[in-house]
T-cell receptor, first 111, second 116 residues
């Protein structure tokens, strides 16, 4: 079945460092891909999405490119801030009409 | 403001008791979902509903029950049959099923259930 695999955390970075969180997927068909973010004590909110191969989603300085050839959707940010500390979830829309989530990656940014 | 409201935020339960978690949305969304979140395991789908008076089991439905009598409301009951109910529960909604072009889920702030 469809699945999403994220790099394990926690990821600890200093402020202004470059961020990459890896995400790979297995799916039938052509799913849409998403990154959601969960700030402490809150629910999830959509960060960015891409609906077809080679699309780049971007928001708040974060970017991710839908790579069909490598089945990947890695999240990147050029310069992280303390306020980016959160749990990040990669997800795909399966052909059964459900979102499949990865296990989440915790990011801690230190001043 | 439009959104999803979950209550209570924190709930304590004794073993053997059923508890019901509330989820209300005013986004006029057709689809609603319940997820369970455990540390290191991501989100697992419990139940989902595409329309009123209809719902489907997700991946971990055993020990849970839901109803969808109104479009706005999708309460989750954690029954005494659920072996390990202590978790963070998240309700979400979307315009259509998440596989559609919209794809985006809107989440509530969650309910943390602790079984004593």
């Amino acid at each position: 079945g469809d699945s999403v695999t994220q790099m394990e955390g926690p990821v600890t970075l200093s402020e202004e460092a470059f961020l990459t969180i890896n995400c790979t997927y297995t799916a039938t068909g052509y799913p849409s891909l998403f990154w959601y973010v969960q700030y402490p004590g809150e629910g999830l909110q959509l960060l960015l999405k891409a609906t077809k191969a080679d699309d780049k989603g971007s928001n708040k300085g974060f970017e991710a490119t839908y790579r069909k050839e490598t089945t990947s959707f890695h999240l990147e940010k050029g310069s992280v801030q303390v306020s980016d500390s959160a749990v990040y979830f990669c997800a795909l829309s399966s052909n059964t009409g459900k979102l499949i989530f990865g296990q989440g990656t915790t990011l801690q940014v230190k001043p | 403001d439009g959104g999803i409201t979950q209550s209570p935020k924190y709930l304590f339960r004794k073993e053997g008791q059923n508890v019901t978690l509330s989820c209300e949305q005013n986004l006029n969304h057709d689809a609603m979902y319940w997820y369970r979140q455990d540390p290191g395991q991501g989100l697992r789908l419990i139940y989902y509903s595409q329309i009123v008076n209809d719902f489907q089991k997700g991946d971990i439905a055993e020990g849970y029950s839901v109803s969808r009598e109104k479009k706005e409301s999708f309460p989750l009951t954690v029954t005494s049959a659920q072996k390990n109910p202590t978790a963070f529960y998240l309700c979400a909604s979307s315009i259509g099923l998440a596989g559609g072009p919209a794809g985006e889920l809107f989440f509530g702030e969650g309910s943390r259930l602790t079984v004593l």
